[in-house]
């Protein structure tokens, strides 16, 4: 297993004027896939790697998986508790690291465009959080603030575990995303249709 960078070591950029540290999403028991997802193989790469060079591509350094298994080349946070979903995995990663730039490890077409524009809205707005939307909110993909620690840890404690039913309107900038880059991959049969998507583009280019 990688050792966990320090949140201190998140990269600081002047243009951005902002310390974010990129989390991958790799808990989780993966029960329709039937196997590891973050480690699962897709064009020669892990999906959850897919994930993470997009955030590095974006300029978002480090990068590492929060909860998962040692399948992938990245660090990992472990979970402190498991078991307790996706709201309390942000709430610990946030205490730990700070700002965030998070996204699940089954979305491998996510681009560095959209980590960029999420980035971007995130310096512009004083909201606590940015998520990307493509018909529906996306409430793990996108920008946590340590600003918005509070009203998770206030939604946690209410009993909520995701942070969709947590987040109001007033406390999230809304971003744009396609369907395919907030494409979820859940199931050996999405998995082998995304391979074959894939092959024949290649075959294309």
Not at 11 to 31: E, F, P, Q, W, Y
Not at 45 to 61: C, H, I, K, L, T
Not at 115 to 141: E, M, Y
Request: proline share 6%.
């Amino acid at each position: 297993m990688c050792s966990v960078p320090n949140a201190a070591g998140s990269v600081r950029s002047a243009r951005l004027g902002m310390k974010i540290t990129g989390a991958v999403l790799c808990g989780g028991a993966s029960t329709r896939m039937h196997q590891d997802k973050a480690s699962l193989v897709l064009a020669g790469r892990p999906m959850a790697e897919w994930v993470a060079d997009a955030m590095g591509q974006a300029g978002v350094e480090p990068v590492l998986a929060l909860g998962g298994q040692d399948g992938v080349k990245l660090p990992i946070l472990p979970d402190v508790i498991g078991g307790q979903g996706p709201l309390h995995v942000l709430i610990s990663a946030i205490e730990r690291l700070g700002d965030i730039l998070v996204c699940p490890c089954d979305v491998p077409l996510v681009s560095a465009k959209l980590f960029r524009t999420i980035v971007s809205a995130g310096v512009r707005t004083d909201k606590p959080v940015v998520l990307a939307k493509c018909v529906r909110l996306q409430p793990l993909i996108g920008l946590y603030k340590e600003s918005s620690i509070g009203l998770l840890k206030a939604g946690y404690e209410a009993g909520q575990r995701g942070p969709k039913l947590v987040l109001k309107d007033a406390d999230v900038e809304v971003v744009d995303a396609s369907a395919e880059e907030t494409q979820n991959i859940n199931t050996p049969t999405q998995f082998e249709a995304l391979v074959d998507d894939l092959t024949i583009k290649n075959r294309g280019s």
